[in-house]
Structures are given as structure tokens and as C-alpha cells.
């Protein structure tokens, strides 16, 4: 039990949790009349110097840090030869306590709490201190979504060798990154991994690796084996993936984490004139103002089946519209770094009133075995395929320069295109070939696939994106279809998802090419 007042000052109230190391209490800081949470360190059986000092070190790394996402450390003091640890006070439950009371949460969600916890972090990093616990545990959510990341217990200063010299296995195996799990010295890539984790673990409704019974199992299998890819996370996919990347030079950094987290989240809420709002308890002197929150969510709408209120429009990557951003649609040396560019188009593209990506890039991920190899279907196609099976025919007149398919227009240097551009005809019945291509998906994505061009498919990056991003569709139908004579296609599109429906207009170009008909342009509106 602790004393009814902790060093002269803290009025013990009440227990609010507790941890590894201690108790948590709220207490009334009798000089300043604020509520606080005092935590306490030290004093646990077995407790050791170099325990005790690292929680006062964890006071000293943690208050050097004030930022409306992380919970603020007011002092480090010592009564009955412990420590305590008086931290703002937080009225909230941690990240782990909401999931397992209301199951896996929803990506946008997972990416307005993630976003908070990320620029809290990155904060951190930027000051030079990594936290190495990052867990959902340490994820306190309070009213609104809004989200602190606490408990710097085993934050170091990257300069504090002493620590360093310490040797201490501190944090939670569950969310270490491989190189952790090997020994090495934590740094910012770590705490990026343990967010991505986390963000895993919340939209899947478990963590990426099984519980195994001991520290050392769980870390010699975190160390050898990857982690499976999430299922349920939606647009956050791809960006939780790199977040778990082996090697921590292809992670992201926690600044570009906030930003894609952001763009993820606030495609539901964008708006800047949008009003702030503050922590009701003890708010810190901000740097930046929490976020609005989206409206909370009903017990009802946080399991998957419930559709995620966010629109399709914010799911779905949209098609780049001619000329709205010609790089992203230029070669590609990887597909890792185009997804950076896309995601924080994403927020852009919406203002331009893209909705959904018939064709283009989707949560896929080439790099997944899962989607390679066995499952890849031939780059070039059946030439003789057409969505019925028959044969296309020819004959008319050239595209015209307003029907130019989109990559070439854009950039795309795909080597097949001049060819295909050379023997390309309008086909007899464009509007039939595009309602018979729609008819495929989100189904049969393989033979839908060899309906593209060589050039469409260098603009969709790999078959794993098609494929990803036709996974997240349950229909799609074609509510009207028109074709002009010259192979170009307007079609209306109606999209189910979980997100709900969403409805859109894209032109379509076809043509009678070397390798079949085939769809050799597309865009939006
Ligand atoms: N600043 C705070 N304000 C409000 N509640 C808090 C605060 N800090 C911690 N808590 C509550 O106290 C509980 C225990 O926190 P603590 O940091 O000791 O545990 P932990 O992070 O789960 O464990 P570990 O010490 O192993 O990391 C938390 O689960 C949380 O509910």
C-alpha cells in the first residue's frame, strides 16, 4: 500500500492500474490542486540499484519530451525508498483494454489513434530518445479517440551509454523488431516496428506472432520468422507492412508514419479549418493541437462485419487522372516508394472526387509470396482472351489524341505500347467488353487481369496490388455503359465494400491490339 501522501505532496485517491513495475494511482498534487497519476517504481521484491535508475532515468528522458500525445512527466521523487513517478493524468483506458472490450477496430480508427501516437514519437525520436515499449498497452485512449503514448519506462537517450552498458532485456518481446530480438541497441526503426505491430495487432484483433510461454521463445521467433500479413487492415496495409519490414532501412520513419497516418484518418475528417480540442485532464503545453476526433464509434461499428463508416472513396485507391501527378504513373525502380507518394495523394485525390481504382493500385503486395508466384497469371495475357472467351474483332478507325491510353499520356514507358499502339484498332463492341470485364470482379481477378495492357499493367505495378485492392471490393457493378464508336467507354460503377457503396464514372479506352482487346487506358470521370 503506499502512503496516504507520497513525498508531502501527492494525496493518494485511488489504484488506476497496474503494471510490471508497480501500482498506478491518481493522486491530488496538493500544491499546483491537479489530479495526477503517480506511478510507483522501486520497492518490488527483487528490486535492484539498476532498476531504481532506470526508472530515474525514465523521468529524465520522458520529461524532456512535452507533447499533446505523450503523456507528460511532471517529477521523479523518492519516499520510503522508492521511487514515484508523478505523470499528467490521463482518464482513459490503454489501446489493449478497448480492443479486448470491443473487439478489432476498424483501420481508420487504428490510423486517427495511430496517427496521434506516431507524432508523439516522432517528436521523441526527433529529441533523440527512442521508447522501445510500444505496445497497446502504453496506448492510453481516452474520450473521443484521443491518444497518448505513455510510459517511457525503458525510453533511453540515444546518447545515454551507461544504459546502454547495462545489458538489461527491458520491454515487451511481443512488439520487439527482429533486431531487437537479436541484442541489438534499440533505435527510432524499432519503436516503428513496435507501432506497426501494434496497429497489427488492433485491426486483426491479435498480434502478429502467437503468445508463445517464455521471453527467449518469443524472441528467437520473432527473430526468425516474418510476419504474416494483415488481413483486415484495409488502406493500412501496405503501410503496416513496411512498418514491419525485416530490414529496418526499408521502415519508414516515424515523421513519414504520422503523415501516412494522418492522410489515412483524415480522409473520413479532412477539413483544416476543422476546430481543436485538448485533453480534459491536465493538458500539456501543446505543439501541435489533438485532432478532432471521428464521432465515436457504437459498440455496434467497431467489430469487422459492421461497415466501416469510412467511403469507399477513402479505401479504394483512386485512378490518378491524366496529368494530375505524372510521376507517380513513371516507371517505378520499386514498389515500395511509390506508396508513399500515393497514400498522401490519397487526401488530393478525393478532393478531385476520385473514387474508387477499377484498375489501379490496390492493398495488394508483390512482395508477399502469398500473391507471387503460383498466383501470378502471365504478364502479357491470353492474346486471344476476351472476357466470353471469343476472339475480339477489328475494325475503325485510330483512337483519337482524347482516348490516348492514360500510362502512355502519363509517362509510362512500357515497351510493349508503341507495339501496341501500332496495331490497335477500336473493337466492334467496347461497351460490351467493358461490362463483360466488371462482370469478372471482384472475382476472377487472374483472367480480368490479362484483360489489361502490358502498359496498364506497368501503371497497376504487379498483379499482388490487383489482386490486393479487388480483395477489399465484395460487387462491383455497371449501372450504365456507353461506348462512343472509337473505343472509349464511359461507364458507371457502383462499388460494394464493407465501407458501404460508392458510385463513380470512368472513361475506359479499348482496343483491338496484337495481344486481343484489351482495356489500354482508364480514368476517372
Ligand atoms: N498517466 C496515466 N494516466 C492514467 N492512467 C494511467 C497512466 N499511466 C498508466 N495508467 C494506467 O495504469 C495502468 C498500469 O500502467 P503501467 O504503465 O504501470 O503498466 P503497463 O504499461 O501495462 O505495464 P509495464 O509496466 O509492464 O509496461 C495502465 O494500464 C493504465 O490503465
Redesign the pocket.
Same mark, same amino acid.
Given at each position: 500500500m503506499p502512503p496516504e501522501t507520497i513525498a508531502g505532496r501527492y494525496e493518494v485517491l485511488e489504484q488506476?492500474?497496474?503494471?510490471?513495475?508497480?501500482?498506478?494511482w491518481?493522486c491530488r498534487d496538493g500544491v499546483l490542486g491537479r489530479q495526477v497519476?503517480v506511478?510507483q517504481l522501486g520497492g518490488l521484491p527483487g528490486e535492484t540499484a539498476p532498476n531504481l535508475a532506470r526508472s530515474l532515468r525514465e523521468a529524465r528522458a520522458s520529461a524532456a519530451l512535452t507533447h499533446p500525445h505523450v503523456?507528460s512527466i511532471y517529477d521523479a521523487v523518492e519516499d520510503q525508498d522508492r521511487v514515484w513517478l508523478v505523470?499528467?493524468?490521463?482518464?482513459?483506458? =490503454?489501446l489493449?483494454?478497448v480492443t479486448a472490450d470491443q473487439g478489432p477496430l476498424t483501420p481508420r480508427r487504428a490510423a486517427f489513434i495511430g496517427a496521434q501516437i506516431a507524432d508523439g514519437l516522432a517528436a521523441a525520436h526527433a529529441a533523440g530518445t527512442v521508447h522501445r515499449?510500444v505496445?497497446p498497452?502504453?496506448v492510453?485512449v481516452g474520450d473521443g479517440d484521443l491518444a497518448?503514448i505513455?510510459?517511457f519506462?525503458i525510453a533511453r537517450h540515444v546518447d545515454d551509454e551507461t544504459l546502454t552498458q547495462t545489458g538489461m532485456v527491458t520491454g =515487451?518481446p511481443m512488439y520487439f523488431s527482429p533486431q531487437l530480438a537479436r541484442g541489438r541497441t534499440a533505435v527510432p526503426a524499432d519503436d516503428v516496428w513496435a507501432l506497426g505491430a501494434t496497429l497489427f495487432s488492433v485491426v486483426e484483433g491479435e498480434p502478429p506472432w502467437p503468445q508463445l510461454p517464455n521471453a527467449i521463445a518469443m524472441l528467437h521467433h520473432i527473430a526468425e520468422h516474418p510476419p504474416p500479413r494483415p488481413q483486415r487492415a484495409g488502406l493500412l496495409g501496405d503501410l503496416v507492412t513496411r512498418m514491419l519490414s525485416a530490414d529496418p532501412a526499408e521502415r519508414p520513419d516515424m515523421a513519414t508514419v504520422a503523415s501516412e497516418l494522418h492522410v489515412i484518418a483524415d480522409a473520413e475528417h479532412p477539413g483544416p479549418d476543422e476546430p481543436t480540442v485538448a485533453f480534459a485532464a491536465n493538458p500539456p503545453t501543446v505543439e501541435r493541437e489533438a485532432r478532432v476526433p471521428p464521432p465515436e464509434p457504437t459498440a455496434d461499428s467497431i467489430p469487422g462485419p459492421t461497415p466501416d463508416p469510412t467511403p469507399v472513396a477513402t479505401r479504394l485507391p483512386p485512378a490518378l487522372p491524366v496529368g494530375a501527378e505524372p510521376s507517380s504513373a513513371a516507371p517505378h525502380p520499386s514498389r515500395r516508394s511509390r506508396w508513399l507518394p500515393i497514400a498522401v495523394l490519397v487526401g488530393a485525390l478525393l478532393l478531385l472526387g476520385a473514387v474508387g481504382a477499377a484498375l489501379l493500385l490496390g492493398g495488394g503486395d508483390d512482395d508477399d509470396p502469398a500473391t507471387a508466384a503460383d498466383d501470378e497469371p502471365s504478364a502479357s495475357g491470353d492474346p486471344d482472351r476476351s472476357p466470353d472467351g471469343e476472339e475480339g474483332s477489328g475494325g475503325g478507325d485510330q483512337p483519337g489524341s482524347e482516348t490516348v491510353p492514360e500510362a502512355t499520356a502519363s509517362g509510362s514507358t512500357s515497351e510493349d505500347e508503341p507495339e501496341d499502339e501500332a496495331t490497335a484498332e477500336p473493337p466492334a463492341d467496347a461497351a460490351q467488353f467493358v461490362s463483360d470485364y466488371y462482370a469478372l470482379l471482384p472475382s476472377d481477378t487472374k483472367t480480368a487481369w490479362d484483360l489489361l495492357s502490358d502498359g496498364m499493367q506497368a501503371e497497376v505495378g504487379s498483379y499482388g496490388s490487383y489482386k490486393g485492392f479487388w480483395r477489399t471490393i465484395d460487387a462491383v457493378s455497371v449501372e450504365d455503359v456507353a461506348d462512343d464508336g472509337s473505343g472509349t467507354v464511359t461507364v458507371e460503377l457502383t462499388y460494394t465494400s464493407d465501407a458501404g457503396t460508392e458510385s463513380e464514372t470512368r472513361t475506359i479506352t479499348v482496343e483491338d491490339t496484337s495481344e486481343g482487346t484489351q482495356i489500354v487506358g482508364d480514368q476517372v470521370g
Open positions: 488506476i492500474g497496474r503494471g510490471g513495475m508497480g501500482a498506478v491518481l497519476a506511478k503523456v505523470m499528467e493524468y490521463v482518464p482513459s483506458r =490503454t489493449s483494454a515499449d505496445k498497452s502504453n492510453l497518448k505513455a510510459d519506462g =515487451t
